[in-house]
């Protein structure tokens, strides 16, 4: 993200087109936006940002519109900008551990159109690429002609090393150190940038920005996926770690007296509240493992167990919050459903072991994005580089990408 941005130099063309990237991403972040409000957000002059506003018009990304409030005929017109509807837009990814969702979204985080398929056990990265690409050439195809494909953002649950996106390990689907990018644009037969990035990290960026976390800037996503990862904010930057592997927090020791975890330590907080182990706690075939949120959803009461499970996810969260300090912890995943029915035995939990002061200030909430905060967190990944400078994302991005992928 940030860090990126310090390679642009300091002369005048890189500061007017971070200032374009800028202005564009509060437009994306909002959905729409004012020039009055561009304005005073950017602490610019009016007749900069009136030259902006030109310069995304004519790229093809924002139009001319009016103000929300201007629409009912009730407020004073007003010289808005709007999202393109054949601007650019991005193929976000999100390969679970049995299914795989694959959408194209546009700027503000919408999604046009999206697609699902079942990954099979034990796939090779290849077989799994050439699932992809049959669910992106199904989605782009009633994507606008002129509107550019600015990259694919791609989740994976597994460790993903920062530099380039190599999959390091992603232990459900049994890959080591699979370059998937380059797989991915092999089976599609087109050149546009690639990024990859762990779930919950994911789910983290996109809570931040238009789900739970908005104007949260320390907060925590964990990602319940078969195995539990978190994504961690902090002070408004993602903690990524030198490598990018930070927030494995599944293999933090839990219980020394517990199961061998498949890392090869024995009683990782992972084997208590992990997929498997909620599985077999509750009486469900392992191999239903994956599918762990949609049964747990069934449940109209907690049962003892559940609620056992509850406390191993309140006392291992009480770990977080006092490392960490947030102010809010997004469960996501099948934790969606496990917290909605045990709710209090994981509050009573996290009380029960979290120092009293980083305790006062957390709340612990369901995902704004309900089931979608990692593949729109794929999105944003991969429209980042649009809001570091617009012009040169749109010099490698593919127009005609309907025609281009459907030959
Ligand atoms: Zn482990």
Redesign the pocket.
Known sequence: MSRQRTGLGTNQEAVRRHNLGTLLQHVHRAGHSSRAELTSIMGLNRSTIAGLVGELESLGITEHALPAQARGGAGRPSSGVGLSDSGPFVIAVDLGVDRMDVARVGLGGVIHERAAAPIVGGSEAWQVAGSVAALVRRVVEDAPASAPLVGIGISVPGLVRRTDGLIRLAPNLEWHDVSFGSIILAALGVDVPVSIANDADLGALAEHHRGAGIDIDDLIYVSGNVGVGAGIITGGMRLEGAGGYAGEI??LRYNPEGRL?????RG?W??EVGAHAIARAIGIPEDQAASLGEVLAGYREPTPELRLIGSHLGHGLAGLVNAFNPQVVVLGGYFRALFRLVRVDVQAALADRALPAPLESVTLALPGLGADSVLLGAAENALEPLFIDPVASLGTALVGVGTKLAG
């Not at 975890?261 to 330590?265: D, I, K, R, S």
Request: hydrophobic share 0%; with cysteine; charged share 10%.
């Open positions: 599944g293999h975890c498949h890392c090869g330590n990782c992972e084997t």
